[in-house]
């Protein structure tokens, strides 16, 4: 059994990804709307945006030998760290730019929801040697490094959901995204 994860903070994009091996995932989860209940972490007083997302995502797996390869059955999971995710209430003027603060969250929570699709994809279509953890944290690291560019291009494109316009074009086509890989209706 063996078992990945990645965390990543919204602002600062710092990918940790650390091998866990013998362990199951203790939360494990795929896509959901976000609410205010995800965001109970302190927000930090000298950082200038109103809010902090941290997501995990990762597999666990098991193999099988049979016929010289490894069989590998995956478990991809997606979930936001509420604990160190915050958003500065206080500072949050009026429902309006909470909703708006909000979806822009979401949007994070949605790349991460299509990376957790690409992994799941990827993982499975491989086929595995004696060396799976080796060849299966590559193709995890390969996909990280892909999400983390994206992620750190919504937030430059929205202005971190300024840009208005910007915002309504990324909502689109991430929605359009998770509808063809049947996450969304």
Known sequence: LMSCYLMTKKKSYAFVIVL?????????????KLSSNDFQGKPKSNDPYLSYTKLRIGYSSTATKRDGNYLLTFHV??????????MKFDKISNQKTFIALLNHEQGHFKIGALMQQELMHRLNAKRYSSHYK?????IFNKVAAKYHLLQTQYDQETRH???????GQWDEKLDKSLSE?????
């Open 20 to 32: 866990l091996l013998g362990l199951s995932p203790v939360y494990a989860q795929g896509y959901r």
């Open 161 to 167: 959901m300024m840009d208005i316009e910007k915002q």
């Open 181 to 185: 890989h049947g996450i969304l209706p």
């Open 77 to 86: 999971y997606l979930d936001i760290n509420k604990a160190e995710s915050w």
């Open 134 to 138: 080796q060849e299966a944290a590559t």
